[in-house]
Protein backbone atom coordinates (compact mmCIF):
# COMPACT_ATOMS: atom_id res chain seq x y z
CA UNK A 1 0.00 0.00 0.00
CA UNK A 2 1.40 3.49 -0.72
CA UNK A 3 1.87 5.80 2.88
CA UNK A 4 1.32 9.49 2.32
CA UNK A 5 3.66 10.78 0.27
CA UNK A 6 3.13 7.92 -2.49
CA UNK A 7 -0.19 9.29 -2.71
CA UNK A 8 1.10 12.97 -3.12
CA UNK A 9 3.88 11.18 -5.37
CA UNK A 10 1.12 9.78 -7.47
CA UNK A 11 -1.19 13.04 -7.67
CA UNK A 12 1.99 15.05 -8.44
CA UNK A 13 1.69 13.24 -12.23
CA UNK A 14 -1.16 14.53 -12.66
CA UNK A 15 -0.73 18.29 -12.45
CA UNK A 16 -0.21 19.93 -15.86
CA UNK A 17 2.42 22.64 -16.65
CA UNK A 18 1.46 26.26 -16.50
CA UNK A 19 -1.47 25.33 -14.28
CA UNK A 20 -2.52 26.96 -11.00
CA UNK A 21 -3.37 24.94 -7.97
CA UNK A 22 -4.78 24.69 -4.90
CA UNK A 23 -3.55 22.35 -2.07
CA UNK A 24 -5.54 21.51 0.54
CA UNK A 25 -4.86 20.70 4.64
CA UNK A 26 -3.70 16.92 5.03
CA UNK A 27 -2.25 14.69 2.55
CA UNK A 28 -2.43 17.38 -0.49
CA UNK A 29 0.00 20.19 1.37
CA UNK A 30 2.67 17.03 0.35
CA UNK A 31 2.11 17.33 -3.06
CA UNK A 32 4.02 20.31 -3.34
CA UNK A 33 7.56 18.35 -2.70
CA UNK A 34 7.05 16.36 -5.84
CA UNK A 35 5.87 18.85 -8.49
CA UNK A 36 7.97 17.42 -11.67
CA UNK A 37 11.04 19.38 -12.02
CA UNK A 38 11.00 21.83 -14.76
CA UNK A 39 6.96 22.68 -14.80
CA UNK A 40 5.86 26.20 -13.95
CA UNK A 41 3.23 25.17 -11.54
CA UNK A 42 1.96 28.12 -9.34
CA UNK A 43 0.97 26.84 -5.87
CA UNK A 44 -2.31 29.00 -4.42
CA UNK A 45 -2.83 28.42 -0.42
CA UNK A 46 -6.44 30.06 0.29
CA UNK A 47 -5.26 32.12 3.12
CA UNK A 48 -3.48 33.95 1.26
CA UNK A 49 -0.04 32.51 -0.93
CA UNK A 50 0.15 32.54 -4.71
CA UNK A 51 3.29 30.72 -5.41
CA UNK A 52 3.25 28.43 -3.01
CA UNK A 53 6.78 26.92 -2.53
CA UNK A 54 7.81 23.12 -0.87
CA UNK A 55 8.11 22.55 2.93
CA UNK A 56 11.67 24.53 4.26
CA UNK A 57 14.28 22.43 5.75
CA UNK A 58 14.31 21.95 9.20
CA UNK A 59 16.24 25.00 10.75
CA UNK A 60 15.06 27.13 7.75
CA UNK A 61 11.33 27.58 8.86
CA UNK A 62 9.68 31.21 8.70
CA UNK A 63 7.00 31.01 11.02
CA UNK A 64 5.18 33.70 9.26
CA UNK A 65 4.96 31.93 6.29
CA UNK A 66 2.12 29.24 6.67
CA UNK A 67 0.05 27.76 4.39
CA UNK A 68 -3.71 26.77 5.18
CA UNK A 69 -2.97 24.19 7.55
CA UNK A 70 -1.12 26.21 9.48
CA UNK A 71 2.29 24.61 8.20
CA UNK A 72 5.26 26.59 7.44
CA UNK A 73 6.24 26.84 3.81
CA UNK A 74 8.33 28.62 1.47
CA UNK A 75 8.07 31.17 -1.35
CA UNK A 76 9.35 30.76 -4.93
CA UNK A 77 10.62 33.75 -6.58
CA UNK A 78 7.59 36.24 -8.01
CA UNK A 79 5.16 35.04 -5.21
CA UNK A 80 3.00 37.16 -3.70
CA UNK A 81 0.99 37.28 -0.51
CA UNK A 82 -2.54 38.91 0.44
CA UNK A 83 -5.23 38.77 2.28
CA UNK A 84 -7.84 35.66 2.47
CA UNK A 85 -10.71 37.95 0.77
CA UNK A 86 -8.85 38.07 -2.14
CA UNK A 87 -7.63 34.59 -2.31
CA UNK A 88 -11.64 33.49 -1.90
CA UNK A 89 -12.03 35.88 -4.78
CA UNK A 90 -9.45 34.09 -7.02
CA UNK A 91 -11.51 30.71 -6.30
CA UNK A 92 -14.74 31.95 -6.54
CA UNK A 93 -13.88 33.61 -10.23
CA UNK A 94 -12.61 29.80 -11.05
CA UNK A 95 -9.43 31.19 -11.35
CA UNK A 96 -7.86 28.10 -10.17
CA UNK A 97 -7.37 24.96 -12.37
CA UNK A 98 -6.82 21.91 -10.29
CA UNK A 99 -8.16 21.52 -6.79
CA UNK A 100 -6.62 18.71 -4.09
CA UNK A 101 -8.35 17.98 -1.38
CA UNK A 102 -8.57 15.81 1.70
CA UNK A 103 -11.87 13.70 2.14
CA UNK A 104 -13.40 11.87 5.28
CA UNK A 105 -15.94 10.08 2.60
CA UNK A 106 -16.53 10.25 -1.11
CA UNK A 107 -19.67 8.88 -2.79
CA UNK A 108 -19.93 7.23 -5.83
CA UNK A 109 -21.53 10.09 -7.42
CA UNK A 110 -18.58 12.36 -6.26
CA UNK A 111 -20.15 13.88 -3.40
CA UNK A 112 -17.53 14.80 -0.67
CA UNK A 113 -17.90 15.21 2.97
CA UNK A 114 -14.93 16.47 4.57
CA UNK A 115 -15.69 19.32 7.09
CA UNK A 116 -17.03 18.31 9.98
CA UNK A 117 -17.91 15.27 12.13
CA UNK A 118 -21.27 15.38 14.34
CA UNK A 119 -20.25 16.05 17.96
CA UNK A 120 -16.67 17.06 17.42
CA UNK A 121 -15.66 20.20 17.84
CA UNK A 122 -14.52 22.04 14.14
CA UNK A 123 -13.50 25.66 14.30
CA UNK A 124 -15.12 25.99 10.83
CA UNK A 125 -15.64 24.60 7.43
CA UNK A 126 -12.49 26.29 6.27
CA UNK A 127 -12.48 26.63 2.23
CA UNK A 128 -13.47 23.48 1.10
CA UNK A 129 -16.99 24.57 0.15
CA UNK A 130 -15.90 27.42 -1.58
CA UNK A 131 -13.38 25.23 -3.80
CA UNK A 132 -15.57 22.12 -4.34
CA UNK A 133 -18.02 24.59 -5.80
CA UNK A 134 -15.57 26.92 -8.13
CA UNK A 135 -13.03 24.46 -9.11
CA UNK A 136 -12.60 23.36 -13.05
CA UNK A 137 -11.07 20.45 -11.55
CA UNK A 138 -10.95 18.51 -8.07
CA UNK A 139 -9.01 15.00 -6.97
CA UNK A 140 -9.13 13.54 -3.47
CA UNK A 141 -6.27 12.69 -1.23
CA UNK A 142 -7.37 9.74 0.95
CA UNK A 143 -7.27 7.07 3.29
CA UNK A 144 -9.73 4.24 1.67
CA UNK A 145 -10.01 2.78 4.91
CA UNK A 146 -10.64 4.10 8.15
CA UNK A 147 -9.21 3.01 11.80
CA UNK A 148 -12.02 0.70 12.34
CA UNK A 149 -11.20 -0.53 9.24
CA UNK A 150 -14.60 0.66 7.76
CA UNK A 151 -14.43 1.48 4.06
CA UNK A 152 -14.61 5.70 3.06
CA UNK A 153 -15.40 5.19 -0.39
CA UNK A 154 -19.27 4.80 -0.17
CA UNK A 155 -22.59 4.50 -2.39
CA UNK A 156 -23.56 7.54 -0.27
CA UNK A 157 -22.28 10.09 1.62
CA UNK A 158 -23.10 9.53 5.83
CA UNK A 159 -21.25 12.79 6.75
CA UNK A 160 -22.47 16.02 6.44
CA UNK A 161 -21.83 17.09 2.69
CA UNK A 162 -19.41 19.46 1.28
CA UNK A 163 -20.38 19.08 -2.07
CA UNK A 164 -22.49 17.23 -4.32
CA UNK A 165 -21.29 15.76 -7.84
CA UNK A 166 -18.15 17.47 -7.46
CA UNK A 167 -15.04 14.72 -7.25
CA UNK A 168 -13.80 13.44 -10.71
CA UNK A 169 -10.90 11.08 -9.15
CA UNK A 170 -9.65 9.59 -6.34
CA UNK A 171 -6.21 8.91 -5.19
CA UNK A 172 -5.93 6.36 -2.00
CA UNK A 173 -3.55 4.10 -0.16
CA UNK A 174 -5.06 1.20 -2.42
CA UNK A 175 -5.50 2.72 -6.10
CA UNK A 176 -6.40 5.28 -8.43
CA UNK A 177 -10.29 5.29 -9.25
CA UNK A 178 -12.09 7.83 -11.86
CA UNK A 179 -15.74 8.20 -10.95
CA UNK A 180 -18.22 7.71 -13.72
CA UNK A 181 -20.45 10.10 -14.75
CA UNK A 182 -23.44 7.17 -14.12
CA UNK A 183 -22.01 6.83 -11.48
CA UNK A 184 -19.20 4.58 -9.50
CA UNK A 185 -15.18 4.17 -8.77
CA UNK A 186 -13.31 3.19 -12.28
CA UNK A 187 -10.11 1.30 -10.84
CA UNK A 188 -7.42 2.55 -13.08
CA UNK A 189 -4.44 1.47 -11.07
CA UNK A 190 -3.40 -0.15 -7.76
CA UNK A 191 -0.78 0.29 -5.61
CA UNK A 192 2.12 -2.05 -5.95
CA UNK A 193 1.04 -5.65 -4.17
CA UNK A 194 -2.30 -4.97 -3.44
CA UNK A 195 -5.01 -7.55 -5.40
CA UNK A 196 -7.85 -6.36 -6.79
CA UNK A 197 -10.38 -8.52 -4.46
CA UNK A 198 -8.49 -6.73 -1.43
CA UNK A 199 -9.47 -3.75 -3.51
CA UNK A 200 -13.17 -5.03 -3.91
CA UNK A 201 -13.23 -5.67 0.29
CA UNK A 202 -12.10 -1.76 0.78
CA UNK A 203 -14.71 -0.59 -1.59
CA UNK A 204 -18.52 0.27 -0.04
CA UNK A 205 -19.14 1.88 -3.43
CA UNK A 206 -20.15 0.37 -6.24
CA UNK A 207 -16.15 -0.62 -7.72
CA UNK A 208 -15.88 -0.86 -11.67
CA UNK A 209 -13.39 -3.09 -12.83
CA UNK A 210 -12.27 -3.15 -16.84
CA UNK A 211 -9.35 -5.78 -18.14
CA UNK A 212 -6.18 -5.41 -16.86
CA UNK A 213 -5.35 -2.84 -14.12
CA UNK A 214 -1.81 -1.20 -13.68
CA UNK A 215 0.32 -0.75 -10.78
CA UNK A 216 1.07 2.26 -9.69
CA UNK A 217 4.52 3.75 -10.92
CA UNK A 218 5.77 6.61 -8.75
Not at 61 to 68: C, K, P, Q, T, V
Not at 87 to 108: C, H, N, P, W, Y
Request: proline share 4%.
Amino acid sequence: MLDKDGIAKRIAKEVKDGTYVNLGIGIPTLVANYIPEGFKVVLQSENGILGMGPFPFEGEEDADLINAGKQTVTLLKGASIFDSALSFGMIRAQKVDLTILGAMEVSETGDIANWKIPGKMVKGMGGAMDLVASAKNIIVAMQQVNKAGESKLLSKCTLPLTGIHCIKKVVTELGVYDILPQGGFKLLERAPGVSIEHIRNATAGQLIVEGEIPEIVI
